[in-house]
């Protein structure tokens, strides 16, 4: 059984870091792709970085990339948040999945997510 675990999500001022983890167990991170995405509520879930695990590429949304790393250590993907705004608030999830392209990853399983709250 796949089980994928979101944490360290919190609240932090604007300017401020956060690193939130993605935990996956009974499904090894090799030659995969793990994406995370965030929603606010009334609107669209968002995909803002994707990485392949096989070959370590990585893939970033325009508003994040520059201030937010993704990263992994053996079966947890980590992304560091750094120059947080309040527009970075939301609900932050991760999800894997065996194949994709760019920033789309076929997700499969999912986590249920760590809320971000950026105060001005």
């Known amino acids: 059984q796949v089980k994928v675990v979101e944490s360290g999500g919190g609240s932090v001022q604007a300017g401020g870091s956060l690193r939130v983890s993605c935990a996956v167990f009974?499904?090894?991170?090799?030659?995969?792709?793990v994406g995370w995405f965030r929603q606010v509520p009334g609107k669209a879930r968002e995909g803002i970085s994707t990485l392949y695990t096989g070959g370590g590429s990585t893939y970033y949304i325009d508003s994040v990339k520059g201030r937010f790393t993704i990263s992994q250590d053996k079966n947890t993907v980590y992304l560091q948040m750094n120059s947080l705004k309040s527009e970075d608030t939301a609900m932050y999830s991760c999800a894997v999945g065996d194949y994709g392209t760019g920033m789309n990853c076929a997700t499969k399983y999912w986590g249920q997510g760590t809320q971000v709250t950026v105060s001005s």
């Open positions: 009974g499904y090894t991170l090799s030659s995969n792709c």
